[in-house]
């Protein structure tokens, strides 16, 4: 498939500079020494004990272990292992930037409530006040869906009305409503495929289907920095899944290569069904998946494909249906497409759209339709609603001037970070916009200075970023004016200038070749 | 004014050393503690260099005088 327009696939991926992995694995040794030191103290009564533990007759008893009968009683440790170390020593420090509880609507500003700890972080309790109109920088309202607009929601408020909330049902039994079709068809219509089927839930539209589709004896190609549901799925489909390295075609290739001229393991027959695994937009790192590379694989060597577009649809794309038509592609080439109705759409819920054949095969052996509760109708109409707004089939042209607005503001950010001199992941025109801070130290620093100045990030830590790699996550929303993108990029100046945050070795000029990327030209 | 941006850029490098070191994150006991132990290291450091900078540098000065001492004297007499 030609692409209509020759794209230039520009990521950024730039590694800081040695002494910054020096000096943030001295402040982890000095995490991991006081760690020790306050297990020590907690072990031997020095200090009160606010974290789980065994019971006193579940403890392992050392002294006991000489006598058979007493070691019959004796228990493994539960607490001992490296992630709950690092929880209670480490997490809990700076557990005040997370689980932050909101009261108002996600939009481009939000209410918080204001919370306060007297015993470094162990229990919270709330003032009573609200921090009001503070600037919304990590939600995921990509198009500015999550509105309280009364005229907006007219359609919505009737149906809730007319249907209630509940369901009581799943789809197989008594829960397929009128608006369940008609969603599923608008979406068919929206993406140009033959059928959908709509489910309650985005994660359990992953780790409940792909078991469906995939079982023993099949082949999972999956990318290295997949989502856990795409992982629950695959592990619970019970087929073999090989990990390629992170958008990287040759590391595909190869696997693919290997699993046609091996076969399984031990009997080398052919692998029933090989399917790759891979997302449009990684939530992590804004990178966008690299698709003609992966659909021409996929021909070659007679693969199927699953995109999880979760963050992709509605994001990207000149009329917002995702990486499919951002490349200029059929959506034919891909077999199974799937996304969520969570970050665009103002929504919950999780489609799957392909060929009729594929979609009737999911509506009787999926677990989700045979045992979840279905899409309540005021959702439905939700989502019914912002498509229509986004196909412009209500008479307007908001929704369009939605995704263009979304891209601009996308564009902006971006050009205005690489300038200041911080290093960015991604990919350039990804609304997903990691910022790296690197040292654990920085990163409850960042996120509570942010606070004070009325700015709320999102900061992400070792268990979901390798480990060195810790950073801010900005999700750039099309309901963000430019006086609030002007003032969130004044604050990160300030702050990257006390906290020392800009550590690019590049800044963007007008000669794109200086600067590091990657470009990728696939040779046939 | 020169004084005051002194003292700025210093107390902006103390918070560079708490942010690196995690002494940022931790309680005041601790940070007590950690600061103890660096200080008295620091101290250690600089004592040792004190009683002993001296004594390296002149056993170094000796051993290169030696050295050019000894093959002056050697050229002086393969001369005479």
Redesign the interface.
């Known amino acids: 498939m030609e692409l209509s327009a020759k794209k230039t696939f520009i990521e950024h991926f730039e590694q800081a500079p040695m002494y910054v992995a020096v000096?943030t694995f001295?402040?982890?040794g000095?995490?991991t020494v006081?760690g020790y030191?306050r297990d020590f103290m907690r072990a031997w009564g020095l200090e009160k004990r606010n974290v789980a533990q065994e019971r006193e007759q579940q403890k392992t008893c050392w002294s006991n272990l000489h006598t058979i009968h007493q070691a019959l009683y004796d228990f493994v440790p539960l607490y001992q292992d490296f992630e709950n170390f690092y929880t209670r020593n480490?997490y809990v420090?700076?557990r005040d930037n997370w689980n932050r509880p909101i009261c108002s609507v996600p939009g481009p500003q939000f209410d918080l409530m204001e919370r306060v700890t007297d015993d470094?972080n162990w229990t919270f309790r709330f003032t009573g006040r609200t921090i009001k109109n503070v600037i919304n920088m990590g939600s995921y309202n990509y198009l500015g869906f999550a509105e309280t607009d009364p005229n907006a929601l007219k359609t919505v408020a009737k149906e809730l009305q007319r249907y209630g909330t509940g369901i009581c049902s799943t789809r197989q039994e008594m829960g397929t409503l009128d608006k369940h079709v008609e969603l599923e068809n608008l979406v068919a219509k929206f993406l140009g495929v033959e059928d959908a089927m709509v489910f309650g839930m985005g994660f359990a539209t992953n780790s409940m289907n792909i078991p469906a589709l995939v079982g023993k004896g099949c082949l999972i190609l999956s990318d290295e920095l997949n989502h856990t549901s795409l992982v629950l799925g695959a592990r619970l489909s019970g087929a073999t899944i090989r990990i390629f390295k992170h958008n990287n075609m040759q590391s595909l290739e190869k696997l693919l290569r290997d699993a046609i001229v091996y076969g399984q393991p031990r009997s080398r027959r052919a692998w029933r069904k090989i399917i790759i695994l891979v997302e449009g937009i990684y939530s992590m790192e804004g990178s966008i998946v690299r698709l003609p590379e992966i659909v021409s694989l996929k021909n070659k060597y007679k693969a199927y494909l699953y995109l999880d577009e979760a963050h992709s649809i509605g994001a990207v794309g000149a009329t917002g249906r995702g990486v499919v038509e951002y490349f200029g592609m059929n959506p034919n080439d891909v077999d199974v497409l799937m996304g969520t109705f969570t970050k665009s759409f103002g929504a919950a819920g999780g489609y799957i759209a392909g060929k009729k054949g594929l979609v009737d095969f999911l509506r009787t052996h999926s677990h989700s339709a045979v045992y979840a509760t279905s899409m309540c109708p005021p959702v439905a109409e939700q989502i019914i609603r912002a498509m229509k707004c986004l196909m412009g089939l209500d008479g307007t042209t908001q929704g369009l001037q939605r995704v263009r607005q979304l891209g601009k503001n996308t564009r902006y950010f971006r050009r205005r970070l690489h300038e200041m001199g911080f290093i960015i992941y991604g990919n350039d025109d990804s609304p997903v916009v990691p910022l790296l801070l690197y040292?654990?130290?920085?990163i409850?620093?960042f996120a509570r200075r942010m606070l004070e100045k009325n700015i709320g990030v999102v900061v992400v830590g070792f268990p979901a970023t390798p480990i060195t790699e810790s950073r801010a996550r900005f999700c750039v929303s099309a309901a963000h004016t430019r006086e609030m993108l002007d003032t969130v990029l004044n604050a990160l100046d300030e702050l990257g200038d006390?906290?020392?945050l800009k550590y690019s070795r590049y800044s963007k000029s007008s000669h794109p070749e200086l600067y590091e990327e990657t470009r990728f030209e696939f040779e046939d | 004014m020169d004084i005051k941006s002194m003292k700025n850029y210093l107390y902006w490098l103390y918070c560079q050393f708490e942010l690196i070191t995690c002494s940022y994150l931790m309680e005041p006991w601790e940070k007590v503690l950690f600061y103890t132990f660096n200080v008295s290291m620091l101290v250690m450091v600089a004592y040792t260099a004190y009683i002993f900078f001296p004594v390296h540098i002149s056993t170094a000065f000796q051993f290169c005088l030696h050295l050019f001492g000894s093959q002056h004297e050697n050229t002086v007499s393969v001369v005479k």
Not at chain 1, 439 to 442: D, E, L, R, S, T
């Open positions: 000096l001295v402040g982890f000095v995490g006081f030191l480490l420090r700076i470094y040292m654990p130290g920085k409850g620093a006390f906290l020392h």
